[in-house]
């Protein structure tokens, strides 16, 4: 096991095509992605279950967030520095984004909250509570989300999965 963290920047660019672990999140909604809505994927990981992410994006400044918004994928960082992410989609009713977990420092175990918001940054729908990902144990997760019935059913968040690729 390596515990060596990746703790110099390395600027805003991207580094796809390196050899790594990387983690697919796929967020399923219940009517058709659209860029009204703001997409969010937020990774806690400080090593910590007893904490996680909350619905409210206010409260995100020490979390990796992922997120399609106007067209766009982006990862921000906690030290505020963002990215692009290059592998990524928003097609049908799915939202997907690969992130090299390296970008996220290479966890071993992730709090992980998905979110969507309006333009406008009210939120219309979250998982109930964030979950942990022991991504040093399992590679595959699924997560139903039964709350948040609203008419924006573009928004409104149906299931998510969640695989990592070593
Ligand atoms: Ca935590
Ligand atoms: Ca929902």
Do not use: H
């Amino acid at each position: 096991i390596s515990i060596m963290a990746t703790g110099c920047a390395r600027g805003d660019q991207p580094s796809w095509g390196e050899i790594g672990k990387t983690m697919t999140v796929r967020g399923i909604m219940k009517g058709l992605a659209s860029s009204q809505y703001i997409y969010y994927f937020v990774f806690d990981t400080d090593g910590n279950i007893l904490t996680g992410p909350k619905a409210d994006p206010n409260t995100w400044d020490n979390y990796y967030v992922a997120r399609y918004d106007g067209g766009n994928f982006y990862l921000k960082k906690p030290d505020g520095t963002q990215i692009f992410i290059n592998d990524a989609s928003a097609t049908d009713v799915t939202v997907t984004m690969t992130i090299n977990l390296e970008d996220l420092n290479s966890p071993n175990s992730i709090e992980f909250m998905a979110v969507t918001t309006d333009i406008q940054g009210n939120v219309l729908d979250s998982l109930r509570n964030y979950e942990v990902l022991n991504i040093q144990y399992r590679r595959f997760f699924s997560f139903t989300d039964t709350t948040g019935e609203t008419s924006e059913s573009g928004a409104d968040i149906s299931r998510i999965e969640v695989e990592v690729q070593f």
